[in-house]
Protein backbone atom coordinates (compact mmCIF):
# COMPACT_ATOMS: atom_id res chain seq x y z
CA UNK A 1 0.00 0.00 0.00
CA UNK A 2 1.13 3.35 -0.82
CA UNK A 3 2.27 5.24 2.87
CA UNK A 4 0.89 8.46 4.00
CA UNK A 5 3.67 10.45 2.02
CA UNK A 6 2.82 9.02 -1.22
CA UNK A 7 -1.00 9.49 -0.82
CA UNK A 8 -0.20 13.27 0.53
CA UNK A 9 1.87 14.13 -3.14
CA UNK A 10 -0.87 11.72 -5.09
CA UNK A 11 -3.91 13.82 -3.26
CA UNK A 12 -1.46 16.99 -3.97
CA UNK A 13 -1.03 16.44 -7.88
CA UNK A 14 -4.40 15.59 -7.80
CA UNK A 15 -5.68 18.97 -6.67
CA UNK A 16 -3.37 20.81 -9.30
CA UNK A 17 -4.35 18.74 -12.23
CA UNK A 18 -8.11 19.57 -11.74
CA UNK A 19 -7.34 23.19 -11.26
CA UNK A 20 -5.48 23.23 -14.12
CA UNK A 21 -6.34 20.99 -17.25
CA UNK A 22 -3.39 19.46 -18.84
CA UNK A 23 -3.31 21.25 -22.25
CA UNK A 24 -3.40 24.18 -20.78
CA UNK A 25 -0.62 23.58 -18.23
CA UNK A 26 1.63 22.34 -21.05
CA UNK A 27 1.24 18.24 -19.57
CA UNK A 28 -0.46 16.68 -22.17
CA UNK A 29 0.65 13.39 -23.59
CA UNK A 30 0.15 10.57 -25.37
CA UNK A 31 0.52 7.09 -25.37
CA UNK A 32 0.08 4.15 -27.66
CA UNK A 33 -3.58 2.27 -28.35
CA UNK A 34 -1.90 -1.14 -28.48
CA UNK A 35 0.14 -0.35 -25.67
CA UNK A 36 -2.76 0.68 -23.86
CA UNK A 37 -5.05 -2.80 -25.34
CA UNK A 38 -2.72 -5.53 -23.78
CA UNK A 39 0.73 -3.91 -21.77
CA UNK A 40 4.47 -4.70 -21.56
CA UNK A 41 6.02 -6.29 -18.99
CA UNK A 42 5.73 -5.31 -14.87
CA UNK A 43 8.95 -7.27 -14.08
CA UNK A 44 12.35 -8.27 -15.48
CA UNK A 45 11.05 -11.49 -17.72
CA UNK A 46 12.96 -14.51 -17.69
CA UNK A 47 12.12 -15.59 -20.95
CA UNK A 48 13.46 -13.61 -24.61
CA UNK A 49 9.56 -13.33 -25.94
CA UNK A 50 6.92 -12.22 -23.78
CA UNK A 51 2.49 -12.04 -24.78
CA UNK A 52 -0.19 -10.33 -23.36
CA UNK A 53 -3.99 -10.62 -24.65
CA UNK A 54 -7.00 -8.79 -24.30
CA UNK A 55 -10.10 -10.75 -26.01
CA UNK A 56 -9.54 -10.83 -29.86
CA UNK A 57 -5.76 -8.75 -29.46
CA UNK A 58 -2.94 -10.44 -28.53
CA UNK A 59 -0.01 -8.40 -27.84
CA UNK A 60 3.65 -9.89 -28.19
CA UNK A 61 7.21 -8.78 -27.87
CA UNK A 62 10.48 -10.21 -29.00
CA UNK A 63 14.25 -9.65 -27.51
CA UNK A 64 17.41 -9.04 -28.92
CA UNK A 65 19.26 -12.34 -26.95
CA UNK A 66 21.89 -10.21 -25.98
CA UNK A 67 20.17 -7.24 -24.42
CA UNK A 68 16.65 -8.42 -23.28
CA UNK A 69 12.84 -7.56 -23.39
CA UNK A 70 11.84 -3.88 -22.10
CA UNK A 71 9.94 -3.90 -18.80
CA UNK A 72 8.97 -1.59 -15.36
CA UNK A 73 8.00 2.13 -15.35
CA UNK A 74 10.66 3.70 -17.70
CA UNK A 75 9.79 1.69 -21.11
CA UNK A 76 6.14 3.06 -19.90
CA UNK A 77 7.25 6.61 -19.46
CA UNK A 78 9.60 6.55 -23.01
CA UNK A 79 6.96 5.33 -25.05
CA UNK A 80 4.40 8.31 -23.95
CA UNK A 81 7.11 10.72 -24.47
CA UNK A 82 8.15 9.90 -27.81
CA UNK A 83 4.39 9.39 -28.93
CA UNK A 84 3.97 12.90 -27.24
CA UNK A 85 6.68 14.54 -29.49
CA UNK A 86 5.96 12.38 -32.68
CA UNK A 87 1.70 14.04 -32.19
CA UNK A 88 3.14 17.32 -31.18
CA UNK A 89 5.77 17.67 -34.58
CA UNK A 90 4.25 15.33 -36.71
CA UNK A 91 8.49 14.00 -37.32
CA UNK A 92 9.49 10.49 -37.15
CA UNK A 93 12.79 11.90 -35.60
CA UNK A 94 12.39 12.39 -32.06
CA UNK A 95 15.12 14.84 -30.99
CA UNK A 96 16.14 13.81 -27.20
CA UNK A 97 18.73 16.55 -26.58
CA UNK A 98 22.27 17.11 -25.53
CA UNK A 99 22.14 16.27 -21.87
CA UNK A 100 20.74 13.59 -20.47
CA UNK A 101 20.09 15.05 -17.16
CA UNK A 102 17.57 17.34 -18.99
CA UNK A 103 15.89 14.74 -20.66
CA UNK A 104 15.56 12.58 -17.38
CA UNK A 105 13.44 15.45 -16.15
CA UNK A 106 11.04 15.29 -19.10
CA UNK A 107 10.19 11.77 -17.47
CA UNK A 108 9.98 12.59 -14.19
CA UNK A 109 13.43 11.22 -13.40
CA UNK A 110 16.14 12.43 -10.82
CA UNK A 111 19.43 11.32 -12.15
CA UNK A 112 21.51 9.36 -9.91
CA UNK A 113 24.84 7.19 -10.57
CA UNK A 114 25.64 3.73 -8.65
CA UNK A 115 24.79 0.12 -10.01
CA UNK A 116 20.96 0.68 -9.08
CA UNK A 117 20.75 4.46 -9.98
CA UNK A 118 18.17 5.94 -12.51
CA UNK A 119 21.19 6.39 -15.36
CA UNK A 120 21.91 2.57 -15.60
CA UNK A 121 18.20 1.81 -15.29
CA UNK A 122 17.29 4.20 -17.84
CA UNK A 123 20.48 3.66 -20.50
CA UNK A 124 19.82 -1.01 -20.13
CA UNK A 125 15.80 0.27 -20.67
CA UNK A 126 16.44 2.29 -23.63
CA UNK A 127 18.52 -0.25 -25.61
CA UNK A 128 15.80 -3.34 -24.13
CA UNK A 129 12.87 -0.90 -25.90
CA UNK A 130 14.40 0.05 -28.55
CA UNK A 131 15.74 -3.34 -29.70
CA UNK A 132 12.66 -5.08 -29.61
CA UNK A 133 10.18 -6.37 -31.98
CA UNK A 134 6.27 -5.89 -31.17
CA UNK A 135 3.53 -7.81 -32.65
CA UNK A 136 0.18 -7.15 -33.10
CA UNK A 137 -1.82 -10.04 -33.64
CA UNK A 138 -6.15 -9.77 -34.39
CA UNK A 139 -8.19 -12.82 -34.34
CA UNK A 140 -11.64 -12.84 -35.09
CA UNK A 141 -11.97 -16.90 -33.46
CA UNK A 142 -11.01 -16.08 -30.29
CA UNK A 143 -13.70 -13.46 -29.08
CA UNK A 144 -16.43 -14.19 -31.79
CA UNK A 145 -19.55 -12.86 -29.87
CA UNK A 146 -17.90 -9.00 -29.29
CA UNK A 147 -16.41 -8.33 -32.88
CA UNK A 148 -17.95 -6.49 -35.69
CA UNK A 149 -19.37 -8.43 -38.93
CA UNK A 150 -17.33 -6.50 -41.05
CA UNK A 151 -13.89 -6.97 -39.46
CA UNK A 152 -11.32 -9.66 -40.65
CA UNK A 153 -10.99 -13.31 -39.33
CA UNK A 154 -7.37 -12.38 -38.61
CA UNK A 155 -4.88 -9.51 -38.86
CA UNK A 156 -1.12 -9.51 -38.01
CA UNK A 157 0.85 -6.02 -37.78
CA UNK A 158 4.65 -6.83 -36.67
CA UNK A 159 6.87 -3.08 -35.51
CA UNK A 160 9.88 -2.40 -34.52
CA UNK A 161 9.42 1.28 -32.71
CA UNK A 162 12.66 2.16 -32.84
CA UNK A 163 14.49 2.51 -36.63
CA UNK A 164 18.14 4.12 -35.43
CA UNK A 165 19.12 5.48 -32.63
CA UNK A 166 22.28 7.82 -31.54
CA UNK A 167 22.80 8.31 -28.18
CA UNK A 168 25.70 10.74 -27.30
CA UNK A 169 25.23 11.48 -23.78
CA UNK A 170 28.19 10.50 -20.70
CA UNK A 171 26.57 8.82 -18.90
CA UNK A 172 29.11 9.79 -15.57
CA UNK A 173 28.54 13.82 -16.64
CA UNK A 174 24.75 13.66 -16.74
CA UNK A 175 24.62 17.63 -16.78
CA UNK A 176 26.94 18.35 -19.67
CA UNK A 177 25.90 19.15 -22.82
CA UNK A 178 27.53 16.93 -26.07
CA UNK A 179 28.48 18.11 -29.22
CA UNK A 180 25.51 16.47 -30.97
CA UNK A 181 21.79 15.88 -30.16
CA UNK A 182 20.83 12.63 -29.17
CA UNK A 183 17.96 11.46 -31.15
CA UNK A 184 15.86 8.71 -32.16
CA UNK A 185 14.35 7.72 -35.36
CA UNK A 186 10.80 5.82 -34.96
CA UNK A 187 9.96 3.09 -37.75
CA UNK A 188 7.27 4.21 -40.02
CA UNK A 189 4.97 1.56 -38.86
CA UNK A 190 5.52 2.43 -35.59
CA UNK A 191 5.25 6.55 -36.16
CA UNK A 192 2.19 6.20 -38.07
CA UNK A 193 0.56 3.86 -35.52
CA UNK A 194 0.70 6.35 -32.38
CA UNK A 195 0.05 9.75 -34.50
CA UNK A 196 -3.42 8.55 -36.20
CA UNK A 197 -4.45 6.80 -33.01
CA UNK A 198 -2.82 7.74 -29.71
CA UNK A 199 -4.67 8.01 -26.19
CA UNK A 200 -4.15 11.52 -24.73
CA UNK A 201 -2.69 11.34 -21.31
CA UNK A 202 -1.78 14.22 -18.73
CA UNK A 203 1.87 13.39 -18.37
CA UNK A 204 1.39 14.95 -15.05
CA UNK A 205 0.02 11.74 -13.81
CA UNK A 206 2.53 9.90 -15.19
CA UNK A 207 5.11 11.39 -13.24
CA UNK A 208 3.34 10.76 -10.33
CA UNK A 209 2.24 7.17 -10.71
CA UNK A 210 5.88 6.30 -12.32
CA UNK A 211 6.48 4.09 -9.16
CA UNK A 212 3.98 1.23 -10.33
CA UNK A 213 4.04 0.12 -13.88
CA UNK A 214 0.74 -1.25 -13.05
CA UNK A 215 -0.44 1.85 -12.21
CA UNK A 216 0.71 3.74 -15.23
CA UNK A 217 -0.97 0.90 -16.80
CA UNK A 218 -4.50 1.32 -15.12
CA UNK A 219 -4.21 5.05 -15.90
CA UNK A 220 -3.90 4.60 -19.17
CA UNK A 221 -6.49 1.96 -20.01
CA UNK A 222 -9.49 3.68 -17.81
CA UNK A 223 -8.62 7.35 -19.65
CA UNK A 224 -8.95 5.31 -23.05
CA UNK A 225 -11.83 3.24 -21.70
CA UNK A 226 -14.38 6.24 -20.97
CA UNK A 227 -13.61 7.80 -23.81
CA UNK A 228 -15.72 5.88 -25.14
CA UNK A 229 -17.92 3.88 -22.56
CA UNK A 230 -21.71 4.49 -23.13
CA UNK A 231 -23.17 1.60 -20.34
CA UNK A 232 -22.00 0.08 -17.67
CA UNK A 233 -19.86 -2.63 -17.85
CA UNK A 234 -18.57 -5.14 -16.03
CA UNK A 235 -15.09 -7.23 -16.50
CA UNK A 236 -14.53 -10.14 -14.35
CA UNK A 237 -11.02 -10.58 -12.51
CA UNK A 238 -9.84 -13.33 -14.90
CA UNK A 239 -9.85 -11.03 -18.13
CA UNK A 240 -8.14 -8.40 -16.46
CA UNK A 241 -5.41 -10.40 -14.83
CA UNK A 242 -4.60 -11.94 -18.54
CA UNK A 243 -4.29 -8.03 -20.13
CA UNK A 244 -2.21 -6.72 -17.18
CA UNK A 245 -0.68 -9.13 -14.99
CA UNK A 246 -0.75 -12.59 -16.64
CA UNK A 247 2.65 -13.17 -14.68
CA UNK A 248 0.70 -13.97 -11.27
CA UNK A 249 -0.50 -17.91 -10.88
CA UNK A 250 -3.73 -17.08 -8.16
CA UNK A 251 -5.87 -14.56 -9.94
CA UNK A 252 -6.98 -13.89 -6.08
CA UNK A 253 -3.26 -12.22 -5.38
CA UNK A 254 -3.90 -9.96 -8.93
CA UNK A 255 -7.03 -9.15 -8.11
CA UNK A 256 -5.70 -7.90 -4.39
CA UNK A 257 -2.58 -5.95 -6.32
CA UNK A 258 -4.61 -4.89 -9.16
CA UNK A 259 -7.42 -2.94 -6.47
CA UNK A 260 -4.20 -1.44 -4.25
CA UNK A 261 -3.01 0.72 -7.25
CA UNK A 262 -6.63 1.54 -8.91
CA UNK A 263 -7.14 3.61 -5.37
CA UNK A 264 -3.76 5.38 -6.15
CA UNK A 265 -4.60 6.15 -10.00
CA UNK A 266 -8.26 6.77 -8.69
CA UNK A 267 -6.81 9.82 -6.54
CA UNK A 268 -5.21 11.38 -9.49
CA UNK A 269 -8.31 10.21 -11.67
CA UNK A 270 -11.08 11.03 -9.47
CA UNK A 271 -13.75 11.55 -11.82
CA UNK A 272 -13.42 7.49 -13.31
CA UNK A 273 -16.54 5.55 -11.92
CA UNK A 274 -15.73 2.03 -10.65
CA UNK A 275 -16.27 -0.36 -8.31
CA UNK A 276 -14.17 -3.52 -7.70
CA UNK A 277 -16.80 -6.30 -7.03
CA UNK A 278 -16.52 -9.89 -6.06
CA UNK A 279 -16.71 -11.20 -9.78
CA UNK A 280 -14.92 -8.51 -10.83
CA UNK A 281 -14.42 -4.32 -11.98
CA UNK A 282 -17.26 -2.62 -12.83
CA UNK A 283 -16.91 0.24 -15.21
CA UNK A 284 -19.43 3.11 -15.30
CA UNK A 285 -19.62 5.88 -18.04
CA UNK A 286 -17.49 8.79 -16.84
CA UNK A 287 -15.39 11.63 -18.69
CA UNK A 288 -12.28 10.65 -19.29
CA UNK A 289 -9.46 12.07 -17.90
CA UNK A 290 -9.00 14.33 -21.39
CA UNK A 291 -11.61 16.39 -21.75
CA UNK A 292 -10.44 18.77 -24.79
CA UNK A 293 -8.94 16.46 -27.26
CA UNK A 294 -11.32 14.02 -29.31
CA UNK A 295 -10.50 10.38 -29.72
CA UNK A 296 -10.92 8.26 -32.55
CA UNK A 297 -12.08 4.40 -32.34
CA UNK A 298 -12.39 1.78 -34.92
Not at 104 to 126: A, H, V, Y
Not at 204 to 228: G, Q
Amino acid sequence: MPNSGQIAKLLNNALEIENLEAQKAGALGFTARSLVQATMPHSKPKEYYFIRKNGAFSFSMMAHPEIGLPYGTIPRLLIAWFTSEAVRTKEREIILGRSLSAFMRELGLIPSGGRWGSIPRLKDQMKRLFSCTISCVYDKAKEASNVLENNPDFGIKNVTPVEEAFVWWDHKRPEDNTLFESKVILSEAFFKEIICRPVPLDMRVLKTLKVSPMALDIYSWLTYRMSYLHQSTMISWSALQTQFGAEYKRTRDFKINFKKHLAQVIIAYCEAKVSPEEQGLILYPSPTHIKTVPLKHE
